[in-house]
């Protein structure tokens, strides 16, 4: 109230001259602002607002008495502020450094590093150059992820592809029979053409019998390099004195890992799935002939997708010239082999 009446005294001059439609106009207006000041604690201010102030406050005298939104001292700061950015502006040096690397170059250097785990900065450094991407060995070697740990192993999958052609798993699946026995085959698998190199059932799986198995399965120095097989205690001392004598490394899964010896586990599933799920087993004699049964045909006319849908012992292509097709049986009528025979 003290403030109304100070500025209607300061009015009273040109209330009473010729500019009192002027000065009613000024009372209305600081009025409200009184009454905003008021209300609102502090009100928000933009860049264009300082900038009318800052000019403002350079060619009127008495801005400080109009100014009410902000203290004085708030427009002096802004133009010091404005000054010290205008010279900073002015006087900073060029930013410099390497240029930032493209976000598609660094996935592909990720990728390149987990999927080549014995390759270094060097050996990227060169694929990239072939591909048409100029980087430096630098920024190749600070992209690679940080190794903490020894190199990775490489996977099952390259070193199955590696030593494939002188490669063979074995293991053991159970067999119940209608007497309630429970009989253990055993099945060596080439993995190069996917080929039963040796099978052989027993009720009691020794140590002495599986090792006499695999001299059964590789006379006359035919022994592969490498042996593929899980830590069953079935391979006990003897067996694996007698494979080092035949000069065959051993390559051993890890526990409970039946995955790590793919082949052998998928040519136990198509036994079962193909043969004995549709077949009571009476004995071991049984068994033995029904198994030499399925692996003639799991040999000359089951197909295989690893094998580019052809058979171990490759089938030729029989051509519509060659004659009619017949049905042959095979399995007990379990499976059915088809070829073309001349009329």
Known sequence: MITLLLRLLRLLPLLCGAHRH????????????????????????????RLFWVALSRVWAGWRQALVIVSPNTVLRWQRRRFCEHWTKLSARPIAGRPPVNAEIKALVTRMAAANPLWGAPRIHVELLRLGIDVSERTVSRLMPKRRRPLPSQTWRTFLANHVRDLVSLDFF??????????????????????????????????????????????????????????????????????????????????????????????????????????????????????????????????????????????????????????????????????????
């Not at 207006?29 to 009454?35: I, K, P, Y």
């Not at 010239?321 to 379990?334: F, K, Y």
């Open 22 to 49: 002027v000065a009613l106009e000024s009372l209305a207006l600081r009025h409200q602002l009184a009454v905003y000041k008021k209300t609102v604690s502090r009100p928000k201010v933009c860049r264009t607002d």
């Open 174 to 343: 159970t067999v119940p029979t209608a007497r309630l026995r429970v009989l253990f085959v055993l099945v060596v698998l080439a993995h190069h053409r996917r080929r039963v190199v040796h099978c052989n059932v027993t009720e009691h799986p020794t140590a002495h019998w599986t090792s006499q198995q695999i001299v059964d399965a590789f006379p006359d120095d035919s022994a592969p390099s490498f042996l593929l097989r899980d830590r069953d205690s079935v391979y006990g001392h003897v067996f694996r004195q007698r494979v080092k004598g035949m000069g065959v490394g051993e390559v051993l899964t890890a526990p409970h890992s039946p995955w790590q010896n793919p082949f052998a586990e998928r040519l136990i599933g198509s036994i079962r799935r193909e043969c004995l799920d549709h077949v009571l087993v009476l004995s071991e004699r049984h068994l033995r002939r029904i198994l030499a049964r399925y692996f003639t045909y799991y040999h000359q006319a089951r197909t295989h997708l690893a094998l580019d849908k052809d058979a171990p012992d490759i089938r030729p292509i029989e051509l519509p010239e060659a004659g009619r097709i017949l049905q042959i049986p095979e399995v007990g009528g379990l499976h059915h082999r088809y070829v073309r025979r001349a009329a």
